[in-house]
Structure formats: C-alpha cells, structure tokens
C-alpha cells in the first residue's frame, strides 16, 4: 500500500530527446507552468530556473563544476541542491529529479 502511494504521485515528463542537451550546459523548459533549468552535467540536475535576486534565468548561467552563476549579477548555486551560496541564509532553489531513460529525458514533477 505505502509503495502504490509513492508511485501514484510521481509523474515523470518526457523533455528532450536523448542527445539533445549538451554536456556542461544548461536549459529552460516550461513544464507546468514552472521555469525549470536542466543541466548536463556528467549527469542531468533540474531545479528552479529563477534566480532569487531578481528572477533571471540561471539556465545560460556558467558552470564550474556544480556551480552556476547567475549572468545578471554572479550570484551562485549548487545545481546538485539548488542551494544559494552567497548573500542569504538558507535559501534553496527547489530541485526535480531527471532520468535518462531509453526513449528520452524525462523529470519526475
Ligand atoms: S538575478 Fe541572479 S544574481 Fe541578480
């Protein structure tokens, strides 16, 4: 019973075609109503594409290992957790889960 209560609420999304996102980049998709960032990175990590600062898209953000800059104004998050690394305390991006399964890309939302 518990394990149908798990399944029933996870609902993976098919958004891309396998190869199609470039390894060390990121981006934007638009999945139910959410601006959500994916990153190729050794490895697919979704979380929230906006920025807390001012809402810019982190998702044309540089990558340096699991940290993207924001272009605006080079604030910095774990694409991993999502969390915010510099200025405020505990201030996390909500991050997704991302499979690559044998048909495509698809996030768990
Ligand atoms: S909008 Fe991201 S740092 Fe300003």
Known sequence: MELYKFLKFMT???IAEKGEMQNGKGLEFK??????????KDGYYALDALCVHQDGSIATGKLDGDIVECPLHSWHYNIKTGKLLDYLKDVKLQTYKVEEKKDGIYIDI
């Open 12 to 14: 993976w999304k098919k």
């Open 31 to 40: 999945i139910e109503g959410k601006k959500i960032t994916i990153f190729n």
